[in-house]
């Protein structure tokens, strides 16, 4: 069974950092391609960065290019989205999702397994 679960998230002020992580089980990196998404009250959702082992590169949403890091350890089955210079409208449920890699793009917001989400606050 393939499972999400995310930790991290909290209250920061701007400028301030905060570092989620996604524990992974039931698959592996290799054959599933992993988000961070993250959607704020009357928006859309919206892609933060993604990876694909198959693809060899991570994506990242023009909002948080430069500010914003995903790694992984694949010995933990773990990923993580380091996030730096927050700002107010960084403000959103962020959310780890698993989509099977040969299905994958990186503009995708549809994946097919989501953890249950965790919440990151940015005071101005």
């Known amino acids: 069974e393939v499972q999400l679960v995310e930790s991290g998230g909290g209250l920061a002020q701007a400028g301030g950092s905060l570092r989620l992580s996604c524990a992974a089980s039931?698959?592996?990196?290799?054959?599933?391609?992993i988000g961070w998404l993250r959607q704020a009250p009357g928006k859309e959702r919206e892609v933060v960065s993604c990876f694909s082992s198959r693809d060899g590169g991570i994506y990242y949403g023009d909002s948080v290019k430069g500010r914003f890091t995903m790694s992984s350890d694949n010995a933990k089955n773990t990923v993580y989205l380091e996030m730096n210079s927050l700002k107010p409208e960084d403000t959103a449920v962020y959310y780890c999702?698993?989509?099977?890699?040969?299905?994958?793009?990186?503009?995708?917001?549809?994946?097919?397994?989501w953890g249950q989400g965790t919440q990151v606050t940015v005071s101005s």
């Open positions: 039931g698959f592996t990196f290799d054959d599933y391609a």
């Open positions: 999702a698993a989509q099977i890699a040969e299905n994958w793009i990186p503009t995708m917001v549809s994946y097919d397994y």
